[in-house]
């Protein structure tokens, strides 16, 4: 049986690597997402309970209650926390992955300073574990602040902020060296302290709309945090699970950055997206007063009604106003009246990749009828009514047009090219990165203010009358 043991628990190890696998696989499509995070959870079920037969542990009341009460704060968080939120909640998660992560190095790091030898290998993992967790930690808390309100969106940093990140890191890699000459309690926590504080300058200079970045970034970087955890206590399924997580985050940073056509870099240190600026009818900043044309429920269901092809563009007001359902029968209504309806779905709609994906699939919004950016672009100029709702940025054609726009050569829906667009929007405020939308004054473009919801469904009562 002792010789049996050890197999069979790197035999489940494998299983729950491949059913993370698995659940990685499936969450790349929104008709099989749902199954994909069962098959996920399956796996860290394995993982955990396998985990605890091998290290032994002896106090399982302690580890149950923990596990207990972790859970059910987890699933009441999931239940109660809207999909508008989803960027900050993840954000949060991000966090405490990196605080765990930092917390397993600096207990193992003492466990075996008691022992009296730690040796150069755990004192270097130990060291990264505590830097990359410490630094997930405390700029996740940051960008969940920015993202949720608590703090502003605005890029904030000291006079001289890049020296003074250059010194604290080389402090850090002092603490380091003094580290791996002579181990001690002392200088483990100061190190410790300065990568939390490196976690707050690095992330406190970004701008709010550059946050769903960021909170990617992070989330690769917990994952590494987890990976140097598993180094520290010698654990394969710690190492590989956090290997998927770091790779997994790297890839959604570089979609999104891609979405954005701008480098990490840049992103990391323009300090754009200070926050949406400006007010009624002017574009943010100059001042200048411009007019556009108004519509309402009446005439909006005309065009629509009586349109032969209609192109929804869904965006953050949709999820915020939560009008997805609102939007189901708006094209259900359309379809009876030979119109044919498609939605176009921009790469990082809604401040993260797959948001309109999973707010239309959660409406029953049938998979074929979603077309990615670089394939709907090219219909545009075939479509009758373009239907904007709660999207702003990701259409305006500043990004092909004005090259001293802030958003110059971002990939946009090309809604501008329709025949009419009609824009459903609370009000003329410009969108997150706080600059003025110019589709919103074309004369092909009609604005339609209101609540999206209440919108859409008052847009749905016209067309039935038709």
Request: aromatic residues 6%; glycine residues 12%; hydrophobic residues 50%.
């Amino acid at each position: 049986m002792e010789t049996f043991l050890p197999s069979a628990i790197q035999l489940s190890y494998i299983v729950a690597t491949g059913l993370f696998f698995l659940g990685l696989k499936k969450l790349g499509s929104p008709a099989t997402a749902r199954s994909g995070n069962i098959w996920a959870s399956v796996g860290m079920v394995i993982a955990v309970v396998v985990t605890l037969l091998d290290r032994g542990v002896v106090n399982y009341p302690m580890i149950l209650g923990a596990i207990s009460l972790g859970s059910a704060i987890g699933f009441v968080a999931a239940k109660k926390v809207a999909m508008t939120e989803m960027p900050q909640m993840v954000g949060l998660l991000n966090g405490l992955g990196g605080a765990a992560s930092a917390l397993v190095a600096i207990s193992e790091f003492y466990r075996l300073l008691l022992e009296g030898s730690v040796p150069i290998p755990a004192t270097i993992t130990a060291i990264l574990g505590s830097l990359i967790g410490g630094i997930t930690f405390s700029g996740s808390f940051v960008a969940f602040a920015k993202l949720q309100g608590l703090i502003s969106g605005k890029p904030m940093s000291l006079p001289g902020q890049k020296i003074i990140n250059v010194l604290l890191f080389a402090l850090f890699i002092a603490g380091s060296v003094m580290l791996l000459i002579s181990p001690a309690s002392s200088t483990f926590l100061v190190i410790t302290g300065i990568s939390l504080i490196l976690g707050l300058f690095l992330v406190l200079p970004i701008g709010g709309g550059d946050m769903p970045v960021v909170i990617s970034l992070l989330n690769s970087l917990s994952g590494l945090a987890a990976s140097a955890a598993g180094f520290v206590v010698m654990n394969n399924m710690l190492i590989v699970a956090g290997a998927l997580v770091g790779a997994s985050g790297l890839i959604l940073t570089e979609i999104m950055c891609k979405g954005m056509n701008r480098t990490l870099t840049n992103v990391l240190f323009s300090a754009f997206g200070g926050g949406a600026t400006g007010s009624g009818g002017s574009a943010a900043g100059d001042g200048v007063e411009k007019s556009y044309r108004q519509v309402d429920a009446e005439t909006g269901a005309m065009m629509l009604g009586y349109a032969r092809s209609v192109v929804v563009v869904p965006g953050y007001g949709m999820a915020v106003a939560q009008a997805q359902h609102s939007v189901r029968e708006l094209a259900d209504q359309l379809a009876t009246r030979g119109v044919e309806v498609k939605y176009a779905i921009h790469p990082v709609a809604g401040r993260m990749p797959g948001h309109m994906n999973v707010l239309l699939a959660e409406a029953n919004v049938p998979y074929s009828q979603l077309y990615d950016m670089d394939d709907i672009n090219g219909e545009f100029d075939r479509t009758d009514v373009a239907l904007v709702i709660g999207a702003n940025d990701v259409v305006n054609p500043d990004a092909k047009e004005d090259a001293d726009s802030p958003i110059y050569g971002m990939p946009i829906l090309e809604v501008d090219k329709a025949k009419n667009t009609i824009v459903i929007k609370r009000s003329m405020k410009p969108g997150y990165a706080g600059i003025d939308n110019q589709l919103f004054y074309r004369d092909k473009t009609a604005m339609y203010f209101g609540n999206a919801k209440e919108a859409v469904a008052d847009l749905v009562s016209e067309v039935k009358q038709l």
